[in-house]
Structures are given as structure tokens and as C-alpha cells.
């Protein structure tokens, strides 16, 4: 396939002034001709907006679901990874900056259609196609025409994703996605604003619609930045939020930073931070809370909430006692687990296997 040097983006309308408002997301950039938006993808071209990165990706990989991370979806299968180039935030912390914040288009070395990409995750038995490494937000056009191609072969569609995305476009987004991990960043305003250039109520918005208004299996991750985002009161606000507007079923993972990009001079987080604030969590009332980046195969493994059960034992991305009866509830004491389960659950453990398109 040649990849198209655009293809015609949705979400924007013309303004007054002669400027096109790209709508896709809160940033609403306005831009004269040849202008790109902030997210770099999305641009200005013969008067309209454009995505320029469809069917160009910066690599494809096989990967454990739980790497994700999914806990409570598929478990222990494996899952065909890619994502593009550019974002719609700005962190200074970002953890995959190489691609989220590249503006080098030759990067994006491999090329695929919607339609390959699909039949090759069915040739490698994956059970789902993640959009992932860069937010697939911003290539929502490639994102949905790829997950309607997974759909027809019966491959499952995973978005791992900031959430920042508009009302209208969100729509369309997840009416095409099975599963989705969405960042929780921060819980104060003046963490998404200083940090990561976005707000924090469009964040809150997707997540109570996603969990409210649509059937897809729905987890949560926070990168513990210290001295940033890690306080006994944000923590216990955010997880107070979470269960009060969403429900204690919402799996919850802390994960570890580690310093990147523009926040070298941040330690890295303490798998004891890690550990106190998943029991912090787990006390306020939410059922499902893990760890992550850090080898805690305690924090890492589900639990059942009623009997305390050991459910799923994860060592890393590796998968040990199976505790969940056929139904998808404890075998112990029956108590349903929410999610998305089957019999048995995968073998394809902690392998990477990078693919070449």
C-alpha cells in the first residue's frame, strides 16, 4: 500500500476570520492554510483538515495484553501493538516521547492498511489490535477504519488513550472500541495545565461516558510523578471520584515513573509509594487496584474482593494460578468478577515480538 499523503479528517468547520477550528479535540487549533495543529498529524490542506500519518505507522510489535495494561481483558493474550506519530498533550514527562512528540515523518517507516493490519493479527492469533505508543486520538480516521476491518475477521479493538478527545469525536471513537486504558494523569487542574498543556474536566467527561455510555471494557492508569501527583489528599480525591462516579469495578493501576524527556531531574518512584497507594485506594472502597513498572507480583495479581481470593497470579507479564471458574466468577466463593473472560485463559506470557510490515 502507498500510503496516502492525507486523508480527509473530520471534526472541523470553517471560522469567520477565513481560519478551519479543528473539533476533534478540547485544543479546537485554528489554522490558516499549510498551518499543522498541535498534535503536528492533523493540518491544514485545499481548505480543509487532513490527517497525514494514515496508513504510516512507527513499527508494529505483538505484545501481552497486560501490558497495556488490561487486567481484566483476555487475559494472557496476545495483542498486535502500533501507533503513529505526534499527540495532543504536551507532558514534559512523556514516556514514550521518541513517537508521541516526533515531528520527523520518516519515522513512520512502516505502512499498512487497515484491512493488512487486521489480517495479519489474525495470521499471528492475536486476539485484539491495540492503538497505542502515541494517542490514537488524534488518528481517530485510521484508528476506526482499522477496528471495523479487525471486526469483521472477530479481532477486538483496544484503545490506550489520554482521553482527551471532544464530545462529538468521542462518540464515533469508542463506538468502535472493545477495550480501552484510559490516563488519569493527575486530579487537580493545575497538574494537567502545568504538566501535560491539557485540562482536566475533558478527561473526567470521557471517562464517566465511556464507563456510562458505552459497553467497552473500561481500566485506568496513573503514573506516580513524586512531588507532582503522589499526595495522600490527590490520591484519596481521585479514587474517591472514581468510586462515586464510576464504581468500585473500575480496575486502577498506579504505575512508575521513571525520568524522561523535559522531567529528568524527578526521581523515579518508589515501589513503596506504589504499594501504599494502591492499599490507599483499595481502602477507599475500589476492588481492583494494581502496580505497575515494577516487579510486585502481589500488587500485579486480581484478587477476589469478598473472599481474598488469589484470582490471576501475574509475575511481571507471565501468568500463574488461574482462580476463575468457567463464568468468569471466583471459584472459591462465586463472586463475579467483572471483565472479559474466558474458560481458560492465554499462554502467550511476557514475549515482545516485533513485526515487520
Given at each position: 500500500m502507498n500510503a496516502?499523503?492525507?486523508?480527509p479528517?473530520?471534526?472541523?468547520?470553517?471560522l469567520?476570520?477565513?481560519?478551519?477550528?479543528c473539533?476533534?479535540?478540547?485544543?479546537?487549533?485554528k489554522?490558516?492554510?499549510?498551518?499543522?495543529?498541535?498534535?503536528?498529524v492533523r493540518a491544514?490542506?485545499n481548505d480543509?483538515?487532513?490527517?497525514?500519518?494514515?496508513?504510516?505507522?512507527?513499527?508494529?510489535?505483538v505484545?501481552?495484553?497486560?501490558?497495556?495494561?488490561?487486567n481484566h481483558?483476555?487475559?494472557g493474550?496476545?495483542?498486535?501493538?502500533f501507533?503513529?506519530?505526534?499527540c495532543?498533550?504536551?507532558?514534559?514527562?512523556c514516556?514514550?516521547?521518541d513517537?508521541?512528540k516526533?515531528?520527523?515523518?520518516?519515522?513512520l517507516?512502516?505502512?499498512?492498511s487497515?484491512?493488512?493490519?487486521?489480517?495479519?493479527?489474525?495470521e499471528?492469533g492475536?486476539?485484539?489490535?491495540a492503538?497505542?505508543?502515541?494517542?490514537p486520538v488524534?488518528?481517530l480516521?485510521?484508528?476506526?477504519?482499522t477496528?471495523k476491518?479487525?471486526?469483521?475477521?472477530?479481532?477486538?479493538?483496544?484503545?490506550?488513550?489520554?482521553?482527551?478527545i471532544s464530545?462529538?469525536?468521542?462518540?464515533?471513537f469508542?463506538a468502535?472500541?472493545?477495550?480501552?486504558?484510559?490516563?488519569?494523569?493527575?486530579f487537580t487542574?493545575?497538574?494537567y495545565?502545568?504538566?501535560?498543556?491539557?485540562?482536566?474536566q475533558?478527561?473526567?467527561d470521557?471517562l464517566?461516558y465511556?464507563?456510562?455510555?458505552t459497553?467497552v471494557?473500561?481500566?485506568?492508569?496513573?503514573l506516580?510523578i513524586p512531588?507532582?501527583?503522589?499526595?495522600?489528599d490527590?490520591?484519596?480525591r481521585m479514587?474517591?471520584?472514581?468510586?462515586?462516579t464510576?464504581?468500585p469495578?473500575?480496575?486502577l493501576h498506579?504505575?512508575?515513573?521513571?525520568?524522561?524527556?523535559?522531567?529528568r531531574?524527578v526521581?523515579?518512584?518508589s515501589?513503596t509509594?506504589?504499594?501504599?497507594?494502591?492499599?490507599?485506594?483499595?481502602?477507599?472502597?475500589?476492588?481492583?487496584?494494581?502496580?505497575?513498572?515494577?516487579?510486585?507480583?502481589?500488587?500485579?495479581?486480581?484478587?477476589?474482593?469478598?473472599?481474598?481470593?488469589?484470582?490471576?497470579?501475574?509475575?511481571?507479564?507471565?501468568?500463574?494460578?488461574?482462580g476463575?471458574?468457567?463464568k468468569?466468577?471466583?471459584?472459591?466463593?462465586?463472586?463475579?468478577?467483572?471483565?472479559?473472560?474466558?474458560?481458560?485463559?492465554?499462554?502467550?506470557g511476557?514475549?515482545r515480538?516485533p513485526?515487520?510490515?
Amino acid at each position: 500500500m502507498n500510503a496516502p499523503e492525507a486523508f480527509p479528517g473530520r471534526y472541523w468547520h470553517k471560522l469567520e476570520d477565513g481560519r478551519i477550528q479543528c473539533d476533534l479535540c478540547p485544543r479546537h487549533c485554528k489554522l490558516k492554510e499549510g498551518q499543522q495543529a498541535l498534535c503536528f498529524v492533523r493540518a491544514r490542506q485545499n481548505d480543509q483538515i487532513v490527517l497525514t500519518t494514515y496508513g504510516r505507522s512507527s513499527g508494529f510489535c505483538v505484545d501481552p495484553i497486560e501490558k497495556k495494561p488490561l487486567n481484566h481483558f483476555l487475559p494472557g493474550t496476545p495483542v498486535l501493538s502500533f501507533g503513529t506519530a505526534g499527540c495532543n498533550l504536551a507532558c514534559k514527562y512523556c514516556q514514550n516521547w521518541d513517537m508521541s512528540k516526533s515531528r520527523e515523518m520518516d519515522k513512520l517507516a512502516a505502512e499498512a492498511s487497515p484491512e493488512k493490519i487486521a489480517r495479519v493479527a489474525e495470521e499471528l492469533g492475536c486476539r485484539s489490535v491495540a492503538y497505542t505508543y502515541n494517542d490514537p486520538v488524534i488518528f481517530l480516521e485510521y484508528a476506526v477504519d482499522t477496528a471495523k476491518a479487525c471486526h469483521e475477521r472477530g479481532i477486538q479493538s483496544v484503545a490506550v488513550t489520554a482521553g482527551y478527545i471532544s464530545p462529538e469525536a468521542r462518540k464515533e471513537f469508542f463506538a468502535h472500541m472493545d477495550a480501552a486504558n484510559i490516563d488519569l494523569k493527575g486530579f487537580t487542574e493545575e497538574f494537567y495545565h502545568k504538566l501535560t498543556g491539557g485540562h482536566l474536566q475533558p478527561v473526567l467527561d470521557t471517562l464517566e461516558y465511556v464507563k456510562k455510555e458505552t459497553d467497552v471494557w473500561l481500566e485506568i492508569t496513573t503514573l506516580l510523578i513524586p512531588g507532582h501527583n503522589d499526595s495522600e489528599d490527590e490520591l484519596k480525591r481521585m479514587t474517591g471520584w472514581i468510586l462515586e462516579t464510576l464504581g468500585p469495578d473500575v480496575p486502577l493501576h498506579f504505575t512508575a515513573f521513571h525520568p524522561d524527556y523535559k522531567m529528568r531531574d524527578v526521581p523515579p518512584t518508589s515501589p513503596t509509594t506504589l504499594t501504599w497507594a494502591r492499599e490507599l485506594a483499595r481502602k477507599q472502597g475500589l476492588h481492583y487496584v494494581y502496580t505497575g513498572n515494577v516487579h510486585d507480583s502481589e500488587g500485579g495479581s486480581t484478587w477476589c474482593p469478598e473472599c481474598g481470593e488469589l484470582l490471576i497470579e501475574r509475575d511481571w507479564y507471565v501468568l500463574g494460578r488461574w482462580g476463575l471458574d468457567e463464568k468468569g466468577c471466583c471459584a472459591n466463593c462465586g463472586t463475579r468478577i467483572p471483565g472479559v473472560f474466558e474458560a481458560r485463559p492465554g499462554t502467550w506470557g511476557a514475549r515482545r515480538l516485533p513485526i515487520a510490515m
